[in-house]
Nanobody, 128 residues
């Protein structure tokens, strides 16, 4: 059973930084891509960063490119999202998520596919 537990959210002023962490367990050979999506009230879910489980190319939505960095520690089975130069429009619930084989990380941030499993989310609030 895939389990994803996010942490690291909080409140920060515009221009600040936060690092989100995601402890992953239960990943199998059928899980293929891992990443983050966010959802703000009354807005659509947005895949913002994704990569291959175990490492590989990284992909970002245009809205966060150059400001956010996705990384993973395979030994700790932990995924990270370093968020710099935060803006008020980054305010949302952030979810760590995985997708099964056949769903490339590029599609997850391009709106062409959905994640299959996600955690409970962690709130990020950016004030101006």
């Amino acid at each position: 059973q895939v389990q994803l537990v996010e942490s690291g959210g909080g409140s920060v002023q515009a221009g600040g930084s936060l690092r989100l962490s995601c402890a992953a367990s239960g990943l199998t050979d059928s899980t293929y891509s891992i990443g983050w999506f966010r959802q703000a009230p009354e807005k659509e879910r947005e895949g913002i960063a994704a990569t291959y489980i175990g490492g590989g190319s990284t992909y970002y939505a245009d809205s966060v490119k150059g400001r956010f960095t996705i990384s993973q520690d395979n030994a700790k089975k932990t995924l990270y999202l370093q968020m710099n130069s935060l803006k008020p429009e980054d305010t949302a619930m952030y979810y760590c998520a995985v997708a099964n084989r056949g769903t490339s990380p590029a599609r997850l941030v391009g709106g062409g596919a959905d994640f299959d499993y996600w955690g409970q989310g962690t709130q990020v609030t950016v004030s101006s």
